[in-house]
């Protein structure tokens, strides 16, 4: 087979056709997700013909969750392994990531192997215990596929299942093919280096908080700057998407995970979920998830928004919960191009206990203790941020080499 010579360390990028597909919700992408239009964004699921060559007779693992879906000219879509079951492939078994196959379990909760009810197929969760797919759970398997909606941010997992997919299929001689999907942030870049000393499941590479880059090109990055245990390399087919760019505005149709609700949330993302690293809430329990902060220990005279957080979907027992909390509400705050410090720090100089302010979490979260120091110091943002800029110019230099779209 033509993908079987193909050298080992060599990354396959496909030309896309044209497509057309449109999001089920009524808030689109606005870079044009109709069926008309021809500068629709023609994400790789899509592009059944690229792909469905490759996977024919041979046995596949998914890698994926509720966002693997090929849209349709009607405005519906189709979740990826039911269009390939319909097609005759022969799905082995799917792995799903942080959250589950349906998208459905809180974060950091324990996600259990199982059967998906629909469709039969064993599912193995690469959360918990087993981040990594072990050879007996790749054995048989000739190709993996991996389509799952990103949001550009270091310590959303999914990139961190992503090194470990192709960790796993490195060692194991089982090429994988991406489908890629747009960045929601992937218009700038900001935030701290990780140091590796903070390596951890929300942060495995020196990147910065919102790297720009899509799943596929992330994946070359991987690949590339030799990440992988024993510097092993992946052998990696990326099926790009047909007229994207980094600056064009992408609405995701489906949300990436329970408590990231809606197009505000994935843009505040980056710059709340620092208080997930504090004993501040960063909305869970609320209708506005990462939309609005808040805590019983920061000033009420400071802060004047006023709400409680209670159980729901995707957060069972979320933080301060059932008290009253002061705060923000963000919902209609204008799109951020950059990282907010202002909030954090705002936060931190108003609670009435600075001592229980920070968590052990929070240098995992930031990359570095640097920044906590920065803040209790009384740094400004501004001062901060300006400690970044060395660590961003060579990220950028980096970033550069793997980008596949302007």
């Known amino acids: 087979m033509l993908f079987n010579r193909l050298l080992k360390n060599t990354f396959f990028i496909l030309a896309l056709g044209l497509i057309s ?57 189709t979740h990826l392994v039911d269009s390939l079951l319909s097609r005759n492939m022969k799905i082995e078994k799917v792995f799903s990531p942080e959250h589950g196959f349906r998208g459905k379990a809180d974060a950091g909760e324990k996600v259990k192997d199982g059967i998906d009810t629909k469709t039969g197929l064993p599912l193995v969760s690469l959360y918990g215990s087993n981040k990594k797919p072990t050879d007996e759970q790749l054995k048989d398997i000739e190709m ?26 490195a060692e194991n001689n089982i090429p994988l093919l991406i489908l890629d999907r747009p960045n929601p942030n992937g218009s700038y870049v900001d935030g701290p280096i990780l140091e590796l000393s903070q390596k951890s499941f929300v942060g495995m590479h020196p990147v910065p908080i919102v790297h720009g880059m899509t799943i596929g090109e992330y994946a070359q990055m991987i690949n590339g700057e030799n990440w992988l245990a024993n510097k092993v390399n992946c052998e990696l087919m990326v099926i790009k998407m047909k007229n994207y760019d980094h600056e064009k505005n992408y609405s995701l149709p489906i949300k990436p995970s329970p408590n990231l609700p809606n197009d505000q949330a994935i843009n505040l993302y980056p710059s709340l979920c620092f208080f997930e690293g504090t004993n501040v809430n960063a909305g869970r329990g609320t209708t506005h998830q990462f939309q609005v902060f808040g805590s019983p220990d920061l000033n009420a005279e400071v802060f004047n928004y006023r709400y409680t957080p209670t159980p729901n979907d995707g957060a069972k027992h979320p933080k301060n919960e059932g008290k009253l909390c002061y705060g923000m509400n963000l919902t209609s705050e204008e799109k951020l191009s950059q990282i907010n410090l202002g909030w954090l720090i705002e936060a931190y100089q108003n609670t009435n206990n600075k001592n229980e302010f920070f968590n052990n979490f929070f240098p995992k979260l930031a990359g570095t203790q640097k920044l906590q120091q920065q803040i209790e110091s009384g740094m400004s943002e501004r001062a901060i941020k300006a400690t970044w800029q060395a660590g961003l110019a060579n990220f950028q230099n980096t970033r550069k080499k793997y980008l596949l779209y302007r």
């Open 21 to 77: 597909c449109e999001a089920q919700t009524k808030k689109q992408n606005t870079a044009g997700v109709k069926a008309s239009s021809e500068n629709s964004i023609v994400i790789g699921a899509n592009q059944t013909d690229k792909y469905l060559p490759l996977l024919a007779d041979k046995k596949i693992g998914i890698v994926g969750n509720q966002t693997s879906v090929i849209f349709k000219e009607n405005g519906g879509y």
């Open 144 to 169: 993996m596929v991996f389509d799952i909606q990103d949001v550009g941010v270091r310590f959303y997992t999914y990139i961190s299942t992503l090194h470990y997919v192709m960790e796993a299929c």
